[in-house]
């Protein structure tokens, strides 16, 4: 007949064997948490990488259609000012269309930069500058490159942003604890 009596050998087993559990249980947990973080920041990077080859997209095709817009305005205004009527026409039909899909470039590139960053104000006024007060000439082309400039340091910085890889912070687990 066997003793039914747990004997001291038995419970350390049974303890170490309830032990073992639970760790094992939070390591579950732990590489659980560590995987979905990780996969957050991957989706985030991919979002943000995105953005930023939308932009670097918008600011070519914005410079391009602005720099067309510079040529004909500047074309247009050496029309003499006695031909009124036909600078009148040809702004109307050539100059207008341009002007407006640079419009439509540029307020998308505006929905895109943030507006709390004075990197990004910055490149926004000056790439509004290249056809809203267009200078002459050379200066106008300065202008085009230093807005070029003021973009290539935005999207560098985001770029450098989108690399960092950022440890996890009570924060990010908000909806886990919530408020009661």
């Known amino acids: 007949m066997r003793n039914s009596s747990p004997t001291p050998s038995n419970q ?20 659980a948490f560590t995987a979905a973080w990780i996969s957050r920041s991957v989706k985030i990077s991919e979002f943000r990488q995105k953005w930023i080859d939308e932009l670097r997209n ?10 067309e817009w510079f040529r004909k305005w500047d074309e247009i205004n050496s029309i003499p000012f006695e031909e009124s009527e036909e600078r009148g026409r040809r702004d109307r039909e050539e100059l207008f269309p341009i002007y407006n899909k640079a419009c ?35 200066a106008w082309q300065q202008l085009r490159d230093e807005a070029v400039e003021k973009a290539r340091k935005v999207l560098k910085d985001e770029w450098e942003e989108t690399k960092k890889v950022e440890l996890p912070c009570p924060s990010d687990f908000k909806l886990l604890c919530k408020k009661k």
């Open 104 to 138: 439509v470039i540029l307020q998308r590139i505006k929905l895109r930069l943030n507006a709390k960053e004075p990197d990004h104000n910055l490149l926004q006024n000056d790439l509004q500058d290249l056809i809203h007060c267009p200078p002459p000439g050379t």
């Open 12 to 31: 350390k087993c049974q303890s170490s064997a309830i032990f073992a559990t639970l760790i094992v249980a939070l390591l579950g947990l732990l590489a």
């Open 58 to 67: 918008d600011i070519s095709t914005y410079v391009g259609a602005a720099e």
